[in-house]
């Protein structure tokens, strides 16, 4: 018997399958084609190799740049690491004790402002700060500190740090969820015989519920590193794509904009910008791949 | 065991006092806007943190936004980006999901490898070429290039999540049916769809909120004033009238509510999602 073409299986798949290819698969692979081409005046675009990543990695007019970039991502995902998380951890361990009175409200109301959009958390955080209206001030001055205040958003040293916080107050909910879920789905029983056996409640969630949440920890992780890794929109929208003071809250999604589009008197070019976007991406697939053949694994022999 | 009992107390006021302390630094900012698109430009200024009287209360603000800008036009616009590209990421993603959970076939796997490395790779890093691709097909400056990115980018996660769901509905109901000779499109829109709603309100839930909020495709692709989106026309609002504090802080809370109001009614519903895993 002749097998029917199973046509259904082709029906479902296909208009799925052509718009992800179309407009997210090919235009990737395109870009890192592009990455190795470079843009004539004329606009005509010609095969370059390697240049465009000699000049963003090598030659000062870019490389300062991109570099500069680079380093602040690296404080800017720091940040989150060092802040963000561990809170993350502390609210959800809070959370998921047994009979915290509210605690389904607080989950709710922390979780809030992860849904609105960042250009306005940048635009309210924008207001607050402002010495013009002075809130931050008045707020410092209940607790005597009003002599510390200080426009955290102008100045170059203090900018960036100001921007990650900002992003860090915004998202603690993703991973207070996360750690959440895995922390209450541990079984009950695990954690009752450590209690007959006399363990304080400090010393299980150390020895107990952090080791059985560490997949977890690490899934937060590199969330954490993907969306930092492609961050854009806070410093577009507060500092602008020329992301002052002096660059100081340059990161990659910003230098990517700009080497795509230019800015001031430099003009952007597609192939440049194709680079920027291939390196990010190197970026991201290193972290990935960390996380899967080095992280992963080993919490997966760990937990067996 | 009294002491016990003290001790208890003291660890519960301190995880209430952390939480609560929290919880109001979280929605502070939030409420601070709010109330101050409630006054005038005196009260704004005077004091900050009081809420809105007689004396202050003013709706200078969102007048002039809602007579100088663009602002319905603009929200008009991201509720149609919105809602096109999340009915084709359900549609789309349900049918691939169904595709590939329930039928084997050669090169399943790889396809379904296909669409996962969607899941942890930004679209975003692929503009320079989307922007191309949408110039010589004449999409620049419409919403339709916005819905066919969104529908890209949505598609990985919904497709991941819904094949998981269809994967446990019971053998039995699917034979049945095509005992009966049902073909397979009845079957999926008119068995499996109903099935799997649950599952679909919560990626309908997850992919709406970052297709809302973003900035950086309707900034490239369609920055027209036509076809602007709430998120880009509150960008661009604010920085041209950033000495007018009213009309900034109404434009900011016109862009806040939305959002606050799907969240009054679908909060449990995404907590439930991401929770999911743990609650099942």
């Known amino acids: 018997m002749k097998r029917k073409f199973p046509w259904h299986i082709a029906v479902f798949l296909a208009p799925a399958f052509l718009i992800y290819a179309v407009f997210s698969a090919y235009p990737l692979v395109d870009t890192l084609r592009l990455s190795f081409f470079t843009t004539a005046d004329s606009g005509a675009q010609t095969w370059a190799g390697l240049l465009n990543y000699r000049s963003l990695l090598l030659d000062p007019s870019w490389s300062e740049g991109f570099w500069g970039a680079m380093r602040n991502n690296c404080k800017f995902f720091l940040v989150h690491m060092c802040i963000q998380n561990p809170l993350g951890l502390l609210l959800a361990a809070l959370l998921s004790m047994r009979g915290v009175k509210f605690a389904k409200a607080y989950q709710t109301a922390i979780f809030l402002p992860t849904l609105l959009s960042v250009v306005i958390i940048g635009f309210i955080w924008q207001l607050i700060l402002s010495p013009l209206w002075g809130v931050s001030e008045k707020m410092m001055g209940w607790v005597h500190l009003q002599d510390f205040f200080a426009p955290w958003l102008g100045q170059e040293e203090t900018a960036l740090y100001t921007l990650s916080l900002m992003s860090v107050w915004q998202f603690v909910g993703i991973p207070m969820m996360l750690i959440y879920a895995a922390l209450i789905a541990i079984p009950d029983d695990i954690i009752e015989a450590a209690y007959v056996e006399g363990a304080s409640s400090w010393r299980i969630f150390w020895t107990i519920r952090v080791p059985l949440i560490l997949p977890t920890l690490g899934l937060t992780t590199i969330l954490t590193f993907v969306g930092n890794f492609n961050a854009f929109d806070l410093i577009y929208s507060v500092k602008g794509a020329l992301a002052g003071p002096n660059f100081s809250t340059d990161i990659l999604g910003t230098y990517f904009y700009r080497a795509f589009f230019g800015y001031q008197s430099q003009i952007g070019s597609p192939t440049m910008g194709a680079a920027v976007a291939t390196l990010m991406f190197l970026v991201i697939l290193l972290g990935v791949g960390v996380y899967f053949y080095f992280i992963q694994r080993k919490l997966q022999r760990f937990s067996f | ?280």
């Open chain 2, 1 to 280: 065991m009294a002491q016990n009992k003290a001790s208890r107390w003291a660890s519960a006021g301190f995880t209430q006092v952390i939480l609560a302390g929290y919880t109001l630094l979280a929605l502070f900012p939030i409420a601070l806007i709010l109330i101050n698109s409630l006054k005038s430009r005196a009260g704004i200024f005077d004091d900050p943190l009081a809420l809105p009287n007689s004396d202050t209360f003013s709706l200078i603000g969102f007048q002039k936004v809602l007579h100088e800008s663009h602002f319905t036009l603009y929200f008009g616009n991201s509720l149609t980006v919105t809602i096109t590209s999340l009915v084709l990421i359900l549609l789309f993603g349900a049918m691939a999901a169904w595709a590939l959970s329930e039928y084997k076939f050669k090169g399943s796997r790889i396809l379904a490898l296909f669409f996962a490395f969607g899941i942890m790779v930004p679209i975003r890093l692929g503009t320079v070429s989307i922007l191309k691709l949408m110039v010589s097909l004449q999409l620049v400056n419409t919403l339709t290039a916005l819905v066919l990115v969104y529908v890209a980018q949505g598609l990985p996660l919904a497709i991941m999540i819904l094949s998981e769901f269809m994967q446990q509905i019971p053998k039995e109901l699917k034979e049945a049916a095509r005992c009966d000779g049902v073909g397979e499109f009845k079957i999926f829109f008119q068995v499996i769809l109903p099935l799997i709603r649950p599952a679909v309100a919560t990626v309908a839930v997850f992919t709406m909120v970052p297709i809302w909020n973003d900035l950086w495709f309707p900034l490239i692709l369609a920055p027209g004033d036509e076809t602007k989106t709430v998120t880009l026309g509150v960008q661009q609002f604010i920085g041209q009238y950033v000495t007018n504090w009213n009309a900034v802080l109404a434009s900011l809370t016109l862009a806040v509510l939305p959002v606050l109001i799907m969240y009054v009614f679908f909060s449990r519903q995404l907590i439930r999602g991401i929770t999911a895993g743990a609650v099942k």
